[in-house]
C-alpha cells in the first residue's frame, strides 16, 4: 500500500519564479494538508483541502495557493519566489479526527 | 506567546536510557494531542495519537496528557540507537489544522 508521494524530491528555483509541488495522497484518503518546514523548525500549516475545496488557511500569503483533483491528489503553487521561501515542503493525507500520514517532502531551494 | 512550546534540545542518552520529551501548550481548547518522528531528509511519522488526560502505552513508548497543567510528555523506555531522530509534538485544534512544536533532537549513543 503506497503511502504519500511528492514530487519532485528536491528543486531550485530563482527568485521571482513560480514552482508547481505535486502530492498523491495515501489510498483511502480524502483529506490533504501542505505544510512549510523551515531548518530546525516544526512544520507549519500552509492549508487543507478536502472535496476539492481550500477548508483552512495558515498564515500563509495568497503567493501560495493550492487545489485538489477529484482523484483526492493536491498542488501546492507558489508564485513570485522570495529566498525565505526555502523549505521542506511536506504534503499529509488524513481520515478527519486521526494523525496525518506525511510524505517524504519536496526540497525548494530559492537562489 | 507560541501556542506549542518544545524544547529543541539536542538531547544525548546512553543506550538504555529512558527518554523524557516534553511540551506546553496555551490554549485549554486544544483536543487533540500527538507525537511524531522524524529522521533525517524524511517526512514525520505518527507514533501515538490520544485525546484524552491520562497515559496511553504504544510497546516502549507512553504518551502522557496533563490537560489541567496544558503539558504533554512522551517517555522512550530502553532507547536504542534507532531512536535517534527529532520528535515533534502536534496539537489538532478542533478546526482542521494541527499545531506542531519545533521538536527535539535526540541522539541515543550506542
Known amino acids: 500500500d503506497a503511502g504519500v508521494t511528492q514530487s519532485p524530491t528536491h528543486l531550485i528555483k530563482t527568485r521571482g519564479q513560480q514552482v508547481t509541488l505535486r502530492c498523491s495522497p495515501k489510498?483511502?484518503?480524502?483529506?490533504v494538508s501542505w505544510y512549510q518546514q523551515a531548518l530546525g523548525q516544526g512544520p507549519q500549516f500552509i492549508f487543507q483541502?478536502?472535496?476539492?475545496?481550500?477548508?483552512q488557511r495558515g498564515n500563509f500569503p495568497d503567493r501560495f495557493s493550492g487545489h485538489q483533483f477529484p482523484n483526492y491528489s493536491s498542488e501546492l503553487n507558489v508564485n513570485a519566489l522570495l529566498l525565505g521561501d526555502s523549505a521542506l515542503y511536506l504534503c499529509a493525507s488524513s481520515f478527519p479526527n486521526y494523525g496525518y500520514t506525511f510524505g517524504s517532502g519536496t526540497r525548494l531551494t530559492v537562489v | 506567546q507560541k501556542e506549542v512550546e518544545q524544547d529543541p534540545g539536542p538531547l544525548s542518552v546512553p543506550e538504555g536510557a529512558i527518554v523524557s520529551l516534553n511540551c506546553t501548550y496555551s490554549?485549554?481548547?486544544?483536543?487533540?494531542f500527538m507525537w511524531y518522528r522524524q529522521y533525517s531528509r524524511k517526512g514525520p511519522e505518527l507514533l501515538m495519537y490520544t485525546y484524552s488526560s491520562g497515559n496511553k502505552e504504544d510497546g516502549r513508548f507512553t504518551a502522557q496528557v496533563d490537560k489541567s497543567s496544558k503539558y504533554i510528555s512522551l517517555f522512550i523506555r530502553d532507547s536504542q540507537p534507532s531512536d535517534s531522530a527529532t520528535y515533534l509534538c502536534?496539537?489538532?485544534?478542533?478546526?482542521?489544522?494541527?499545531?506542531f512544536g519545533a521538536g527535539t533532537r535526540l541522539f541515543v549513543k550506542a
Open positions: 489510498s483511502g484518503h480524502d483529506t
Open positions: 483541502y478536502y472535496e476539492e475545496e481550500e477548508r
Open positions: 490554549n485549554s481548547a486544544f483536543q487533540y
Open positions: 502536534a496539537i489538532q485544534t478542533g478546526g482542521f489544522k494541527t499545531i
